[in-house]
């Protein structure tokens, strides 16, 4: 990597983290249950929080509306709106604040040559991502406003997912400058990469059902569930067994806790048959999915406290992390 290349790298790494930081945060305003305190999408207004009683009162009577309040919160007092207010406009200032990171050092890069025209299609893809992962938060958000006061898991695993695409977008292009951009090659164990790659992705995207579903207070024992190894008629709690797999609270716990170990084989049999200098990269997967897996069942265990959910899902972002560095490598190494 050229000097001439480093700001460029250390800016993708920048924001690769700020992605990170944000699914954590998101994570922590969920399980706060302070998501649903704005209820209006304002990008440029919104963000200065109230500065006078009035406004604070404006925004209470609000929130007074919703669904939220009115079935889980109608004891909430003004200074414990503040609370769930200042923790969703922070989540929403830090998404704005990536954003800049993004369109400002972009346009620089581009116009000072660092990032060649001819090659911006991806990093411009950055930009645009943002741009739709800031409307996805919104309608994610919306969701929650109208009858029930959570919002739709189906809207939050989008969301979800579409932040682990940025993120392996931006660090795919800043591993480029790192290792030296070259192009992709079909090796050996490309192909168990990518599995494990799609499995690790479906796992999370199941957290993410669970998540929104709230399915992780289902049942807190581990290996069995409510005394048997496979709950009777998780499959058919709809008339589509497809909408039992995605929507049933029992249903998709139950897929959560058991394809962990789908992932953990994976990245278990990928590291066995390496014989490259990948072999370290595909070891280190594999512990942070065992890692991830005590965490998971801790989680369970104990209650779903917010101190350990929180590390879960900052553990699933770095498992995923390593997954794509390790797909780079397979992929791109000579």
Same mark, same amino acid.
């Given at each position: ?10 800016w ?8 990170a ?15 649903l ?8 207004t ?21 669904p ?53 299609a991806?990093?411009? $893809? ?18 929650? $406003?109208?009858?029930?006061p ?18 392996? $977008? ?38 993410g ?11 807190n ?61 595909a ?11 005590g ?40």
């Open positions: 990597m050229s000097k001439g290349e480093r700001p460029a790298t250390i993708l790494l920048m924001v690769a983290f700020l992605i930081a944000m699914v954590v945060v998101g994570g922590y305003v969920r399980l706060t249950r302070s998501g305190s704005i209820v209006e999408w304002n990008p440029v919104g963000v200065i929080p109230p500065l006078s009683e009035t406004a604070w009162q404006q925004e209470f009577a609000k929130y007074q509306q919703t939220e309040y009115r079935i889980v919160n109608r004891e909430m007092t003004l200074d414990g709106y503040r609370r769930i207010f200042y923790l969703e406009w922070a989540h929403r200032l830090l998404a704005r604040i990536a954003g800049l990171m993004v369109v400002l050092p972009l346009a620089w890069f581009l116009w000072r040559g660092v990032i060649p025209w001819r090659r911006s991806p990093y411009l $893809l950055i930009g645009l991502l943002f741009g739709l992962q800031g409307f996805l938060g919104w309608w994610m958000v919306a969701s929650g $406003l109208l009858d029930a959570q919002v739709s898991h189906f809207r939050l695993t989008i969301h979800l997912l579409t932040a682990l695409l940025l993120l392996a $977008l931006t660090l795919w292009l800043a591993f480029n400058r790192i290792y030296g951009q070259s192009g992709l090659r079909w090796r050996q164990w490309s192909a168990l990469g990518a599995v494990t790659l799609t499995v690790i992705v479906v796992q999370i995207a199941y957290g059902l669970v998540a929104g579903l709230k399915a992780g207070h289902i049942s024992t581990w290996p069995l569930m409510f005394g048997v190894w496979i709950p009777g008629d998780m499959w058919t709690v709809f008339d589509s067994w497809l909408m039992s797999v995605a929507a049933a609270p029992v249903t998709v716990h139950f897929i959560h806790r058991w394809l962990a170990f789908g992932v953990l084989v994976a990245a278990a049999w990928l590291w066995w048959r390496q014989r490259s200098a990948d072999r370290q990269a070891l280190w997967l594999a512990i942070i999915v065992l890692v991830q897996i965490l998971g069942i801790s989680v369970v265990i104990y209650g779903v406290p917010l101190w350990l959910a929180l590390l879960h899902q900052a553990t699933a972002v770095v498992m995923f992390a390593a997954a794509v560095h390790l797909n780079h490598r397979l992929a791109t190494a000579s």
